[in-house]
């Protein structure tokens, strides 16, 4: 027969339940001090303890939303490879001025432009997706704009921008429907990988002959470029921030 069962465990298990709250123990030997039990409070650990300040709640919603600890990473980590990005990126606008300038739109229209659609996309791109990706605009589609539609003769500058803006939201509305990942399957790896990297040579290109490293070609030999003052302030200053930005 178990204490639970005795007319002793009746009358005590009362007792030392309301004992589990903080309660006493009743003492079953006469007249002894009767035993006082606390109840167990488990301290929270370091990893459950609850940021105070503003902004470490605001990095922890951050990390919880992105699942950033979850994937090895944190949030300085983030931040400084965004900012990298950035810094990478941010010649876009200025190359993108440069060349919408020929089609007849000006540098400040096009930098504002350009980075208020690129802040768009990578807010809504990052909360939607939850992945690192940045969006910018890209060069090949203007200087096809620019130089072979605008400054060709085929249309006028309103017409081009129309026509570019036709062409974003006919890729929206495709991005939402199975057609648009057929259509890129459907294009070879290699020619992928060269729209790239044309890409990414035409904005050096362009980027070297905004600070004078790459200039028109004026000796005997006609060439189509030549290589510029290596001395100017402007390239010392650009190369500066290259080093820092590959660091």
Same mark, same amino acid.
């Given at each position: 027969?178990?204490?639970?069962?005795?007319?002793?465990?009746? !009358?005590? =298990?009362? +007792?030392?339940?309301?004992?589990?709250?903080? @309660?006493?123990?009743?003492?079953?030997?006469?007249?002894?001090?009767?035993?006082?039990?606390?109840?167990?409070? !488990? !301290?929270?650990?370091?990893?459950?303890?609850?940021?105070?300040?503003?902004?470490?709640?605001?990095?922890?919603?951050?990390?919880?939303?992105?699942?950033?600890? #979850?994937?090895?990473?944190?949030?300085?980590?983030?931040?400084?490879?965004?900012?990298?990005?950035?810094?990478?990126?941010?010649?876009?606008?200025?190359?993108?001025?440069?060349?919408?300038?020929?089609?007849?739109? !000006?540098?400040?229209?096009?930098?504002?432009?350009?980075?208020?659609?690129?802040?768009?996309?990578?807010?809504?791109?990052?909360?939607?997706?939850?992945?690192?990706?940045?969006?910018?605009?890209?060069? &090949?589609?203007?200087?096809?704009?620019?130089?072979?539609?605008?400054?060709? &003769?085929?249309?006028?500058?309103?017409?081009?921008?129309?026509?570019? %803006?036709?062409? @974003?939201?006919?890729?929206?509305?495709?991005? #939402?429907?199975?057609?648009?990942?057929?259509?890129?399957? =459907?294009?070879?790896?290699?020619?992928?990988?060269?729209?790239?990297?044309?890409?990414?040579? =035409?904005?050096?290109?362009? %980027? =070297?002959?905004?600070? @004078?490293?790459?200039?028109? +070609?004026?000796?005997?030999?006609?060439?189509?470029?030549?290589? &510029?003052?290596?001395?100017?302030?402007?390239?010392?200053?650009?190369?500066?921030?290259?080093?820092?930005?590959?660091?």
């Amino acid at each position: 027969m178990t204490i639970a069962n005795s007319s002793l465990g009746q !009358k005590l =298990l009362p +007792d030392m339940n309301q004992a589990k709250d903080g @309660g006493e123990l009743p003492s079953i030997l006469g007249d002894r001090p009767s035993v006082r039990i606390k109840p167990v409070t !488990k !301290k929270p650990s370091a990893a459950q303890a609850q940021p105070t300040t503003f902004s470490g709640r605001a990095a922890s919603m951050l990390d919880h939303y992105f699942a950033l600890t #979850l994937r090895g990473s944190d949030f300085s980590t983030e931040f400084r490879a965004g900012t990298t990005a950035f810094l990478a990126a941010a010649n876009n606008f200025i190359v993108n001025a440069q060349i919408m300038e020929h089609a007849g739109v !000006k540098i400040v229209d096009s930098v504002v432009s350009g980075a208020f659609c690129a802040a768009v996309a990578c807010v809504f791109s990052g909360l939607l997706s939850n992945l690192p990706l940045g969006l910018v605009p890209s060069v &090949g589609p203007n200087v096809f704009l620019a130089f072979s539609l605008v400054a060709g &003769g085929m249309v006028d500058t309103d017409q081009a921008l129309a026509i570019s %803006g036709a062409c @974003g939201f006919s890729l929206m509305l495709l991005s #939402l429907t199975p057609v648009l990942k057929i259509v890129l399957g =459907l294009v070879p790896l290699c020619i992928k990988y060269g729209l790239l990297i044309g890409t990414g040579l =035409l904005s050096a290109l362009i %980027g =070297l002959k905004s600070i @004078g490293v790459v200039v028109p +070609d004026t000796g005997p030999t006609q060439d189509i470029v030549a290589l &510029g003052n290596l001395q100017d302030r402007r390239v010392a200053i650009t190369f500066t921030f290259l080093i820092i930005m590959a660091s």
